[in-house]
């Protein structure tokens, strides 16, 4: 079969162009990389789970009304998502304090926000995507005062039902990153959540002990990642709950 032609390629993804316009295939790497892509390491097995956990939560998000961009997955690998414009911020949703949040205000990691706390990123890996104000987003135009309205009742949304369902897991859902796109009906535009939703781009707390299940693993250097990012697919009932039983061969 003739590849693809490739639109881009990131850091943890690479899209090809879709089989029908205004799709796009979505392609997750087993590639692993942190502070700006100075850590990087490739963890077999990541792109695999990425892909499954991503399809959990962005069909979950679909079904209770919260439009995403994700249309089906096509392989272990690959998912077939709506082409769209990307709106270059990345969305942070807090409900307890930890990583660059606990840094810049002195706040112990794990402590309770007092309500869910929103933040914008301008996405630029040249500058390490900074935080900015929405008074930044408005003057540089990144996005209209509407698309803000939109974006922050998307991100609240996002954050009652992923926290709600990491809660009936035993998972406490500390943080976690969105990213929006537009996308065009007709005449008309409207956002929906984009990217990835994954353990990549969440902090992910067992309730009980603490233990992390998300990037941190790999950030921090904590142990394996794969079966952290495994933990949470199998409580999700992604993954089998047993570990699958390797054939044997009689004879
Ligand atoms: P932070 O505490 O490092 O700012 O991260 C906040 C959340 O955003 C956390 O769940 C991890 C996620 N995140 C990404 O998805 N991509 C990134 O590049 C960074 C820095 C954080």
């Not at 087993?30 to 963890?43: E, I, L, M, P, S």
């Not at 409900?95 to 606990?102: K, Q, V």
């Not at 941190?216 to 697919?233: C, H, K, P, Q």
Request: with cysteine; aromatic share 8%.
């Amino acid at each position: 079969m003739a590849r693809r032609k490739k639109i881009y390629e990131g850091k943890a993804k690479i899209l090809y162009e879709g089989p029908e316009p205004g799709t796009i295939v979505q392609y997750f790497k087993d590639d692993a990389t942190a502070f700006n892509a100075q850590k990087k390491d490739v963890v077999d097995g990541k792109g695999v789970l990425n892909n499954r956990l991503s399809e959990f939560f962005m069909t979950g998000l679909n079904n209770v009304g919260v439009p995403t961009h994700f249309i089906r997955r096509l392989n272990m690998r690959e998912q077939l998502v709506r082409s769209c414009e990307i709106i270059p911020l990345e969305i942070i949703v807090r409900n307890f304090a930890a990583g660059s949040l606990s840094e810049r205000l002195g706040i112990e990691e794990g402590t309770q926000l007092p309500r869910p706390i929103v933040e914008y990123c301008f996405k630029d890996d040249a500058l390490g995507d900074p935080l900015v104000s929405e008074e930044h987003i408005a003057a540089f135009g990144w996005a209209s005062q509407q698309d803000m309205d939109d974006i922050l009742s998307l991100a609240l949304r996002v954050n009652d039902y992923l926290s709600g369902v990491m809660y009936g897991v035993g998972i406490k859902l500390v943080d976690f990153k969105i990213e929006i796109g537009r996308v065009y009906d007709g005449d008309f535009q409207r956002l929906v959540v984009a990217d990835e939703i994954s353990p990549d781009s969440c902090r992910l707390w067992d309730i009980e002990s603490g233990r992390k299940l998300d990037k941190d693993v790999f950030r921090r250097d904590l142990g394996n990642l794969t079966d952290a990012y495994s933990e949470v697919a199998r409580r999700l009932g992604v993954l089998p709950r047993t570990p699958m039983v390797k054939p044997t061969l009689i004879n």
